[in-house]
């Protein structure tokens, strides 16, 4: 299928709309004698990742992956791991795609493990001017997105897959970038599922590709 070359998701400021003036009414409205119980909306929470997979090819401007990205790089920014998992691969959808002995445990104790320390890894990397960098884009490498067929890399499920994006922030009037080492899909949506490394090199947390300026993205076919 033919892809795009790169989808760049720019950070822009929210905005409020203006309150609206409250005028008073001329007439009053009369109290009525019945009572009606309305009931109170019943609301559910649909765990995304016990969900099926898709073939869907996510987008990087999708208001999903802007959300998750904003919320990753305030974890970074404040050295808060524990607030960026709505960036992270669903933990159910990671057992419905591995076919490994207890995939719970290795979702926890590796992957979010290792999630974990390359974000304390990254704040280090911001270094005292932390408090004030400020997100400006993610650039995702459509051109070297790859689908990853079940029966590859121990996966029972397919799943999309696009390596080295990069997170371009600003920090004390100075443009700057990182990599994320693993973008992988679940139901045409990104989600970070190696941040600092694929491979490491050893127990601690990595900083993917820092960088003065946006860097540049190389194709990698991974799992």
């Known amino acids: 299928m033919g892809l795009a070359a790169v989808i760049v998701w720019a950070a822009t400021p929210s905005s409020h709309p203006e309150p609206r003036p409250v005028s008073a009414a001329a007439t009053t ?45 305030t974890s970074i920014v404040e050295g808060t791991p524990a607030t960026a998992s709505s960036a992270f691969f669903p933990q159910s959808a990671y057992v419905q795609v591995k076919s490994v002995n207890d995939a719970t445990v290795d979702f926890g104790q590796r992957l979010v493990g290792e999630y974990d320390l390359d974000i304390l890894a990254t704040h280090a990397e911001l270094g005292t001017g932390a408090a004030g960098a400020t997100l ?9 997105a790859h689908w990853v067929p079940p029966g590859v890399c121990a ?27 693993s973008l992988i899909s679940w139901r045409g949506e990104w989600y970070v599922v190696h941040l600092g490394a694929i491979l490491r090199p050893g127990s601690g947390g990595v900083v993917l590709d820092p960088e003065a300026g946006v860097g540049s993205s190389a ?5």
């Open 29 to 73: 409205t009369p109290v009525s004698t019945t009572t009606t119980i309305v009931a109170p909306p019943v609301t559910t929470t649909t765990d995304v990742g016990s969900l099926p997979q898709t073939t869907t090819l996510p987008s990087g401007a999708s208001p999903h992956f802007q959300a998750a990205m904003q919320a990753l790089f």
């Open 136 to 144: 400006t884009s993610v650039q995702v490498p459509a051109q070297y």
């Open 155 to 181: 996966n029972e499920v397919g799943y999309y897959e696009v390596a080295n994006s990069r997170v371009v922030y600003t920090e004390d009037g100075t443009t700057r970038s990182f990599g994320i080492a």
């Open 219 to 223: 194709p990698s076919s991974t799992c």
